[in-house]
């Protein structure tokens, strides 16, 4: 299957700065490798306030996994390390930027992944502590010399700033996040693109740890994943498959960005889930213990056979394809799988972290629509297993239910049908999560909501 990795730079929103301080310090840089130690190979936006020579810049930009601005004071400054650049051949990796004052550093807050400054040389014009912070993102790395040793820290996450790891937020399928910052947008904080260069999520954004994974097609015989740093956009990596129109992305299509490592699925049939290193994009182990795609009729649909989709709870990951459920560790191995004999489909895997439980919808496969506006299969079942072993706990009858997400919530399990497109009608079931006894169903339609 051919791949080809590709990058692109994010454009970055730079603010003027007032003209203050002449004259170009001359400092020593800090040592390389610390640095990248410092950062974990992530790729990002690497700023040198200060920079004379380009030396730096261009050794930070070999390699091509940072985007480096060198501010400069003078003009002579400003000459030597573009000159240094070009003979790297790292032009438009890094580049250099003339200003008069970095006591306020002309950036937006939080877009800084690396940040280089020595107080020493820069003496009273040096940008004090509190702006530094404010420029860095979060686990953003400042290295400072001061009284000529060099320093590292590192910005904290934000305690009131949630993540979306998944497609439902959490394996108990119910979209809530926890988020306190979020506030009415003010400004375009970066632009990524236009569509035709991947840049539309068709299976919506995964973030975590600052890292933003998300899959599109671009167009009809290709499929880019692309995962990019939140804070400012910077592209880690971007692998495009081609796909004949077959296993594309679709908004059910298995995505989780966990603790650093993405789970999907990249092959277009009888394919594993495979664990994707969320900082280089390579894929370094293959589920084959776990479920398998099926053969696939295009845009999402598929013969019968096997359909796939996961959820992550509690360091495993809980996988439906075709009548199996799987439960598989982190590391590749299986802790039980059940067959439900009888059944072809089996779908939205949703999570009682209380009961220890796991629900299944399960449908004919031609009733399976995955590839629909929504996701949605028309039930006929919603089955309860035990999520240590795996035994059947229950199995609750539906008729021909259109079921577009299950959500577990303080000893329920909700049955939720969504208003696509054309349809007038909606509903919502709740099962006892113990038994499957049904206690009660609300019908409406749009109109009576709006």
């Not at 080809?4 to 003209?19: D, Q, T």
């Not at 910077?234 to 495009?240: E, F, K, S």
């Not at 199996?324 to 939205?348: H, N």
Request: proline share 5%; glycine share 10%; hydrophobic share 40%.
């Amino acid at each position: 299957m051919p791949n080809l990795c590709i990058r692109w730079l994010a454009a970055l929103a730079l603010v003027a700065a007032p003209s203050i301080l002449q004259g170009q310090p001359d400092g020593a840089s800090p040592d390389l490798d610390k640095l990248r130690e410092a950062t974990g190979g992530r790729t990002g936006l690497a700023v040198h306030v200060g920079t004379s020579d380009g030396k730096l810049e261009s050794a930070l930009a070999q390699g091509g996994r940072m985007l480096v601005h060198g501010l400069a004071l003078d003009t002579k400054a400003v000459a030597a390390a573009r000159q240094t650049i070009a003979t790297a051949n790292v032009d438009g990796l890094a580049t250099v930027q003339q200003v008069n004052d970095v006591s306020r550093l002309p950036y937006a807050d939080g877009l800084v992944n690396v940040l280089i400054v020595d107080l020493d040389a820069l003496g009273d014009g040096a940008p004090a502590e509190t702006d530094r912070m404010r420029v860095l993102a979060p686990r953003g790395v400042a290295f400072v010399r001061s009284d000529g040793t060099w320093k590292t820290s590192v910005k904290p996450s934000r305690s009131d700033v949630d993540e979306w790891p998944q497609y439902w937020y959490n394996a108990t399928g119910n979209p809530i996040s926890r988020d306190k910052a979020v506030a009415p947008p003010t400004g375009v904080r970066w632009i990524g693109g236009i569509h035709s260069e991947a840049t539309t999520p068709q299976n919506g954004h995964r973030i975590r740890d600052g890292l933003l994974a998300y899959e599109s097609t671009p167009d009809k015989d290709r499929s880019v994943m692309v995962c990019r740093d939140a804070y400012n956009g910077i592209v880690q990596w971007a692998v495009v498959r081609e796909h004949r129109d077959a296993y594309r992305a679709f908004k059910g299509k298995p995505l989780l960005n966990i603790d650093g490592r993405i789970f999907t699925v990249i092959e277009e049939e009888n394919a594993p889930l495979v664990e994707i290193d969320a900082k280089t994009g390579d894929v370094i182990r293959r589920f084959e213990e776990g479920g398998r795609t099926a053969k696939s009729q295009g845009r999402g649909r598929f013969d019968p056979g096997t359909v796939t989709n996961v959820v992550h709870h509690d360091g495993k990951l809980i996988q439906t394809a075709g009548n199996t459920v799987y439960v598989l560790k982190l590391d590749g191995s299986l802790v039980w799988k059940k067959t439900l004999e009888g059944q072809e489909a089996l779908d939205f895997p949703t999570v009682d972290p209380e009961g220890g439980r796991v629900f299944v919808a399960s449908a004919p496969m031609e009733r399976w629509k995955r590839g629909a506006r929504n996701p949605q299969v028309e039930a006929d079942a919603i089955f309860a297993l035990d999520l240590k072993a795996g035994r059947e706990l229950w199995k609750s009858p539906l008729k021909e239910k259109l079921v577009t997400q299950i959500i577990y919530d303080k000893g329920g399990v909700y049955l939720y049908e969504a208003m696509p497109i054309g349809h007038d009608e909606f509903s919502m079931k709740r099962l006892d999560a113990a038994t499957g006894e049904c206690l009660w169903t609300y019908e409406g339609s749009k109109q009576e909501i709006g």
